[in-house]
Structure formats: structure tokens, C-alpha cells
């Protein structure tokens, strides 16, 4: 059982930054591919970036370059750093933990939203 905890959501201008903390509870926080969604008000939800237990990455088009994923393993954490941020990203933003053997765990989500 993993229990994720997300922080850092807000307000922002439009070319303002934010970082992003998901912080899990439980064991063998290492074994799990990290991944970032949001969801947009009559939107489905999309996969914004994920790392690998191995650290590899993959970001959604929207983002590549603008934002940044990292891990922490020694403190159970996952980040996701978003500069240049646009009103379109706004969202509620969901920390996702996914091992084929040991399940997939969602967060509660936080809201960002980009706005002057």
C-alpha cells in the first residue's frame, strides 16, 4: 500500500514557475514508476511526465522543455518543476505511483492554475 501527498499547487502568472512535491508513505518507494496527470475542467485526464525506477523519463508534448521531472528515492519523493507556465496548464495536477506487481495509487491532486 502506497499513499501519495501532493504539494506545491497554486496560483501563477502566465511565464511563472512552480514545483511540485509528491511525497509517498509506505516501502519500496524505488520500485515504482512516478508519473504526473492532470486534468483540465471537462477534460480527461492526461499523463503530464513519468520516471522510470531507473530515472528514464518521458514528458507529453505540451511540456517537453518547460517542465522537469525528478525523484528523490532516499526521501520517498517525486518532483515536478514547471517553468514558462502557460494558462492551458491549468489543471489539478494528480501524483501516480504504478508497479505492475504491487499496483497503481493515486493522490488527492492539487490545483494549479496559470492566470494574470
Known amino acids: 500500500q502506497v499513499q501519495l501527498v501532493e504539494s506545491g499547487g497554486g496560483l501563477v502568472q502566465p511565464g511563472g514557475s512552480l514545483r511540485l512535491s509528491c511525497a509517498a508513505s509506505?516501502?519500496?518507494?524505488?520500485?515504482?514508476?512516478m508519473a504526473w496527470y492532470r486534468q483540465a475542467p471537462g477534460k480527461q485526464r492526461e499523463l503530464v511526465a513519468a520516471?522510470?525506477?531507473?530515472?528514464?523519463?518521458n514528458y507529453a508534448d505540451s511540456v517537453k522543455g518547460r517542465f522537469t521531472i525528478s525523484r528523490e528515492n532516499d526521501k520517498n519523493t517525486v518532483y515536478l518543476q514547471m517553468n514558462s507556465l502557460k494558462p492551458e496548464d491549468t489543471a489539478v495536477y494528480y501524483c501516480?505511483?504504478?508497479?505492475?506487481?504491487?499496483?497503481?495509487?493515486w493522490g488527492q491532486g492539487t490545483q494549479v492554475t496559470v492566470s494574470s
Open positions: 501516480n505511483a504504478l508497479n505492475l506487481r504491487a499496483g497503481r495509487y
Open positions: 509506505g516501502s519500496a518507494f524505488s520500485i515504482y514508476t
Open positions: 520516471i522510470s525506477s531507473g530515472g528514464s523519463t
